[in-house]
């Protein structure tokens, strides 16, 4: 996924619905790259190392990769990894950057209204515990997608349809930190980590040696590991994702079919629309048409 950050101004309809979104965003830190990119952000949301930053709603932050620190003025500096998410409050000084020979990725939601604002108020999230770690999950991954499409496509009424987001994460968020599910006995664990990386990675083709690499096991091993577990080859299970998320968007968007190709990782039109046409039975035009938008 490409950069992404969007900064939504709040109406009155959006006041009145409870719960409204303030800013979503992904950004990818290489390694000994600047932290943070205060040239794509307002001045509002600037901050440096050593002044910090305080802002005026909540936020979720999710690390999907790398590794860096965190310090807030309820909570001394800790070391933050993948998989984990921390909450902003508003009004609470805060500071937090990728490890620089490390470097990671960020996405993150800015949100108020008074239904978060009562949850918070009933102990759901506490400022001196705000750092959570929910692992490499793949139903927040993908909700972070979804959120960060449905606002890139900007139909009518999408304020509201991104507020239901919010929810969603809140949920999954709430749930990790209750409910914690490490199975770290499981000899397949490392299978939950592959997967999440190819659901990072819609976008693009993935060399499945390199993700192999990354999980520091064999290809063979990757392989016959991950088609005991998932039914399928790392191939094809990237395959059916990357499809999955182009017929969405045929269902869902008005994008042109070749955007969408593009999205999705296809390098050309027609090999697209032949892959596609082999697993929906009909071309991504005939599809569009039998699945109009509401």
């Known amino acids: 996924m490409k950069n992404f950050h969007k900064y939504l101004a709040k109406t009155t309809i959006e006041d009145n619905w409870g719960l409204y979104v303030t800013t979503v965003g992904y950004t990818k ?3 000994h790259q600047p932290y943070p990119l205060s040239r794509e952000h307002p001045s509002t949301h600037r901050f440096t190392w050593n002044k910090g930053r305080i802002l005026n709603d909540y936020y979720i932050v999710f690390i999907s990769q790398g ?10 500096s800790s070391t933050i990894q993948e998989g984990s998410c921390f909450l902003l409050f508003p009004g609470t000084w805060h500071r937090y950057k990728p490890i620089s020979k490390i470097g990671w990725e960020e996405y993150w939601i800015g949100f108020n209204g008074y239904y978060p604002q009562r949850l918070m108020k009933s102990g759901f999230f506490s400022k001196k515990n705000p750092v ?8 927040l991954l993908a909700t972070f997608h979804n959120l960060i499409h449905t606002i890139k496509n900007a139909t009518p009424g999408y304020h509201q349809l991104i507020a239901g987001f919010v929810v969603q994460l809140l949920s999954l968020v709430y749930n990790a930190s209750v409910y914690k599910k490490e199975n770290t006995g499981d000899a397949f664990q490392y299978i939950s ?5 190819l659901q990072e990675a819609l976008e693009s083709d993935v060399s499945m040696t390199h993700v192999a690499q990354q999980l520091t096991v064999s290809y063979s091993k990757f392989r016959k590991d991950f088609k005991a577990v998932t039914g399928l080859s ?14 969405e968007l045929l269902r869902a968007t008005s994008l042109p079919v070749r955007e969408i190709a593009d999205q999705t990782g296809f390098d050309t039109l027609f090999y697209f629309s032949r892959i ?7 071309s991504p035009k005939h599809y569009r048409e039998r699945h109009p938008r509401g």
């Open 29 to 31: 830190i290489g390694q």
């Open 67 to 76: 590794s860096g620190v965190f310090e807030t003025a309820h909570q001394a």
């Open 132 to 139: 959570i770690h929910v692992g490499l999950h793949e139903e």
């Open 193 to 197: 980590k592959a997967k999440f990386l």
């Open 234 to 247: 790392p191939n094809q299970y990237h395959l059916e994702l990357r499809l999955g998320k182009a017929s």
């Open 276 to 282: 596609f046409k082999k697993k929906f039975g009909q």
